[in-house]
């Protein structure tokens, strides 16, 4: 007698299967068919015809990875990969973080938005004024022309404060918004969510500032101007509030973000920066406080500690600001800049002199030999280490450590100093295993000269599963639910991150045994050859998007299954209240208070990327006789000796 059996596009046999629930991993075989998950058990050979089969035989096959905090949003019109993010298992992004992006905008802001993400999040202004093809000056319109993009993974998009602002009060963006301009934001806010945009971003911190030097718009909103945001995200259906600050007073801060989450039935989102133990354990204990109150409040940390990457083909590396550098090297084509240092007579000037920036806290952070480190370790990129591996004490107190970074810069070794001074995870572990807190913070397509964090999928497996040394690991099921499962319900995806029939076939099978991350790379291929880090990995058997395969062997196939993905929330899962149903006592309270009160130069900055990047520009024009003055709250204007702004 013979069995009749259904057809199925692809069969996934013997693999262990890592769902992404977080249970324990069990053999079983995967079918799919079209975009969707058949079937998931043993020995699905017997009720399926497949039209390929792939032997997972010591693979392990997991939901494609969520990756909820990158900066896309220019490279997504240039580039499809979405790279590096799509080689690291990634099947859907998110970008619109930080407050910043593209839209709205008119054409005579075009300039001003691009400005911005140079200054913030690192990105080139050449590449994004050549990559960009401006189609569009609402938001609506801004998603129908994502929706006709087509790329490696799944993306989904906020709107950003700051377009928002600035389309609302164009010259004024800066000025405290009228009642009429409040009435303007929360109508464009609730726009950009009906029509499908994920969320509402904001930032609200010191380090993010324009190319001017200011605080970027909107970092100072009052409570109205908030409330008129999230009644905005509650008049457009739901969305998500997500937040970068500076917490200058936590419970202030965590009072409102409670009090209007709670109120409006809007989840919010939150960065946790470099925050001091003390301060972590206030935000803790204040995010499961309100959540009990029936707050929506989650928070997203990194996996691994943001580093400045340095090399003699980067601009960042601690001779960049030695006299004998600036004058006679910097500007020389590469293979000739290394042959001259190569030679002993300007390896002996250039460890006699002293830098210009010897003295900035930007450069004491990121080019201390203290800080400062190789980055492989027998072939293998580490980034946690103990503090007995960095060059200084490498050096042993018998040899000058300078010396010892230069050698290894001249051997066109990579060198990584953590921009948080300390090079251990334990921090970060507990942080991303708490249940209110997501991994993210990624900054896939940003900071691109400084550093390279979008191969954080691949470190959590191959790092904190594998590999670690210096504490404690966690499970394999633990570390993909963390990225699968825990990201993608963050921000209202309940249609995959997780391997289950009837669910997107997003799938990944993954040798976890050869999984490697390579060393990174400092590679010319954005528009107008722009420099950027690149980290790739190998290992990844296949990634699927959609029942499509995108990568096979850590190789792209060339396929583009990703679309836009609209209104993630607006399926029953929030249940919402406008402005209307609210009782006004309840969202009533104090002013916030996000950022201190003193506001530093940017050459007195040590912490975040953008800052680090503001700072090495601010102080190379001052070395090279430009005019500025450094002082508290005035900075140069970049390409503009004659101008300052004071804040």
Request: glycine share 8%; hydrophobic share 40%; charged share 20%.
């Amino acid at each position: 007698m013979t069995t009749c059996r259904t057809q199925c596009s692809l069969l996934i046999q013997g693999g262990l299967v890592v769902d992404g629930t977080g249970t324990r991993p069990f053999k079983a075989d995967v079918a799919t068919t079209g975009r969707t998950i058949t079937a998931i058990g043993p020995n699905l050979i017997e009720d399926f015809d497949p039209d390929r089969t792939l032997d997972a035989t010591n693979h392990i096959v997991t939901p494609g990875f969520v990756d909820i905090h990158t900066h896309y949003d220019g490279q997504v019109t240039w580039d499809p990969l979405l790279t590096p993010s799509s080689g690291h298992g990634v099947t859907t992004v998110m970008f619109g973080n930080c407050g910043i992006g593209f839209a709205p905008c008119r054409v005579e802001d075009r300039e001003r938005l691009i400005d911005i993400l140079v200054s913030v999040e690192d990105i080139p202004g050449t590449a994004l004024h050549e990559g960009i093809r401006w189609n569009w000056t609402t938001f609506p319109e801004y998603l129908d022309a994502l929706a006709a993009t087509h790329a490696a993974c799944d993306f989904l998009t906020m709107v950003g404060h700051v377009p928002i602002r600035v389309y609302a009060m164009g010259k004024r963006a800066h000025e405290t918004p009228t009642e009429a301009d409040l009435i303007t934001i929360r109508r464009l806010v609730a726009e950009a969510v009906r029509h499908g945009a994920a969320g509402f971003s904001t930032s609200r911190t010191l380090m993010h500032r324009d190319i001017d030097g200011n605080v970027i718009v909107g970092s100072y909103a009052s409570r109205a101007e908030l409330t008129a945001i999230f009644a905005g995200l509650a008049d457009g259906g739901g969305g998500l509030f997500e937040i970068l600050e500076d917490f200058a007073d936590v419970e202030r801060e965590m009072q409102w973000i409670g009090d209007l989450s709670n109120a409006f039935g809007i989840p919010v989102s939150f960065a946790f920066g470099a925050h001091t133990p003390e301060d972590q354990r206030k935000l803790l204990s204040w995010m499961e406080q309100i959540n009990r109150k029936g707050s929506m409040v989650s928070g997203q940390a990194a996996v691994r500690n943001q580093g400045s990457l340095q090399s003699l083909r980067s601009k960042y590396h601690p001779f960049a600001g030695h006299p004998t550098f600036v004058t006679q090297l910097a500007d020389l084509p590469y293979p000739d800049m290394l042959r001259q240092m190569q030679s002993p007579e300007i390896r002996q000037k250039l460890l006699s002199e002293t830098s210009f920036f010897h003295d900035k806290p930007f450069a004491q952070a990121i080019f201390n030999p203290a800080n400062l480190y190789p980055l492989l370790v027998a072939g293998v990129p580490r980034y946690e280490r103990a503090s007995t591996e960095s060059f200084q004490a490498l050096a042993n107190s018998k040899e000058d450590p300078l010396a010892l970074i230069y050698d290894a810069l001249v051997r066109e070794e990579v060198l990584w100093a953590p921009l948080t001074g300390t090079a251990s995870e334990d921090r970060l572990l507990d942080l991303i295993r708490h249940p209110h807190v997501r991994p993210g913070l990624g900054d896939g397509g940003a900071h691109l000269g400084i550093f390279q964090e979008a191969g954080c999928p691949t470190y959590l497996l191959t790092h904190y599963t594998r590999d670690r040394q210096l504490g404690c690991k966690v499970s394999i099921e633990e570390a993909v639910k963390l990225q699968t499962q825990d990201t993608a319900t963050a921000v209202g995806l309940r249609d995959r991150g997780v391997l289950k029939a009837g669910l997107r076939a997003d799938i990944n099978v993954i040798d976890l045994e050869s999984l490697r991350l390579h060393e990174p790379q400092m590679v010319h291929d954005l528009p107008t050859a722009a420099g950027r880090w690149i980290q790739t990995a190998s290992g990844y058997r296949l990634t699927m998007v959609a029942g499509v395969a995108t990568y096979e062997n850590s190789t792209p196939t060339g396929y583009f299954p990703g679309r836009l993905v609209r209104h993630p929330f607006q399926d029953g899962q929030l249940s919402v209240r406008v402005l209307s149903e609210i009782n006004p006592e309840s969202i009533a309270g104090p002013e916030p208070r996000s950022t201190n009160d003193l506001l530093l130069a940017d050459e007195d900055l040590a912490g975040g990327g953008s800052a680090i990047k503001r700072a090495y520009e601010a102080n190379r024009a001052k070395m090279i006789q430009h005019v500025g003055e450094f002082l508290s709250g005035e900075l140069l204007r970049k390409g503009d000796d004659r101008q300052t702004s004071k804040l």
